[in-house]
Each structure stands twice: as structure tokens, then as C-alpha cells.
């Protein structure tokens, strides 16, 4: 069972390239998110989906942009990528929660570290 | 503003020691409140999580305390092993929205 699948696990971009973080869960969960980490900080959420065609906002979206055509994808998509996106960035799913909102027990994959030159 | 502090920032301790990691935080409405043990260079994993009504909750040598009425929480490691050095990272949920600690590093010295 692997859970939480995140590619790739480091990479570099000059300023202004794009990209796409990957993200796959086979745990059949409807809701998955994207975090970043930066250091000292809490984890924020940059967007968020309840389920396929569904997705929405998190505290820090800008700069970023998602897609859920499947149950098990979740792609994170950088464009024009800056130096403020330099960061750890963690997808997420969560198992049916109990109470119909979107923030039941989180599983997380292994984190993809980006750094922007 | 929502805010969750954990303190302290860093703690280094013996193995086979004893120690309490501190949650404090500013959350309304609550809704409940986790405890995650991130090893360094991976995803946060969920040790425990407290519900408004629950005092206390143990995870094998981890226990976690919630006072709602002062808005603090702890986690209790009994016996410390190098295992359990990583950042333990206190979450509040209120409503729809979890608001996260920056985290205390752990680091258990042999």
C-alpha cells in the first residue's frame, strides 16, 4: 500500500520556468490538499479538492494552480516560477471525515523540495 | 487572528528521559485539536487527535492533554528513544480549517 505518491522529491527552477508537482494517492480518498512548509512556519494550504472536477482555494494559492480529473491525481502546477516558491511542498489526503467536512485524518506523502534560482 | 505557539522552539534530552512539549492557542470556534511527529525529510504523521470533550489520550509512550477552558495543550513522551527525534507539530481544526504550529525539534542525544 503506498499511500501517498509525490514527484519528483527535489528539483530546481530558474526564475520564470514552470512546472508540475505530482501527487497520487490509492487510497480511494475524496479529499486531497497541497501545503507548503517554509522554515519556522507552520504549514499552509495552497488549494484543496473534495473531489474529481472539484477544487478550491487555500490560504496561499497565488502563483499556483491545480486540477483533479481523477480520484487518485492531484497535480500542482508552478508558472513563472519566483524565489518566494522556494519551498517543501507536501500533498495530502484524508480519509471520509466524520462530520461532512472536508478535514478528517491527513495522510501525507514524503514532501517535494523546490528551490527557485 | 487564529493562531497556534508551541514552545519550546527546540528541546534537546537524553535518551530514556522524560519530556512535555506546550500547544497554546487562539482558535474560535474549535472544533479539535492533533497532534503530528514529523521526521526530518518526510510528511507529518498523525499521533493523536483530541476532540473538546477528551482531557487526555495516550499513543503508546505519547500522551496528549487538551484544557479547552485555558486553550492549551501538551504532549508527553515517557522514556524518549532516537526515534523520536523529529518536529512535533500541534494543529487546531476549526470548523473546515486547520491552523498549524510551527512546530518544537526534538533532538534525543545517546
Known amino acids: 500500500n503506498a499511500g501517498v505518491t509525490q514527484t519528483p522529491k527535489f528539483r530546481i527552477l530558474k526564475i520564470g520556468q514552470s512546472m508540475t508537482l505530482q501527487c497520487t494517492q490509492d487510497m480511494n480518498h475524496n479529499y486531497m490538499y497541497w501545503y507548503r512548509q517554509d522554515p519556522g512556519m507552520g504549514l499552509k494550504l495552497i488549494y484543496y479538492s473534495v473531489g474529481a472536477g472539484i477544487t478550491d482555494k487555500g490560504e496561499v494559492p497565488n502563483g499556483y494552480n491545480v486540477s483533479r480529473s481523477t480520484t487518485e491525481d492531484f497535480p500542482l502546477r508552478l508558472e513563472l516560477a519566483a524565489p518566494s516558491q522556494t519551498s517543501v511542498y507536501f500533498c495530502a489526503s484524508s480519509s471520509p471525515p466524520r462530520d461532512r467536512t472536508p478535514t478528517g485524518e491527513l495522510f501525507f506523502g514524503e514532501g517535494s523540495r523546490l528551490t527557485v534560482l | 487572528k487564529n493562531q497556534v505557539e508551541q514552545s519550546p522552539q527546540s528541546l534537546i534530552i537524553l535518551e530514556g528521559k522524560n519530556c512535555t512539549l506546550q500547544c497554546n492557542y487562539t482558535v474560535s470556534p474549535f472544533s479539535n485539536l492533533r497532534w503530528y511527529k514529523q521526521d526530518t525529510g518526510r510528511g507529518p504523521v498523525s499521533l493523536t487527535i483530541m476532540t473538546f470533550s477528551e482531557n487526555t489520550k495516550s499513543n503508546g509512550r505519547y500522551t496528549a492533554t487538551l484544557d479547552a477552558d485555558t486553550k492549551q495543550s501538551s504532549l508527553h513522551i515517557t522514556a524518549s528513544q532516537l526515534s523520536d527525534s523529529a518536529s512535533y507539530i500541534c494543529?487546531?481544526?476549526?470548523?473546515?480549517?486547520?491552523?498549524w504550529g510551527a512546530g518544537t525539534k526534538l533532538i534525543i542525544k545517546p
Open positions: 494543529v487546531v481544526r476549526s470548523n473546515y480549517q486547520l491552523i
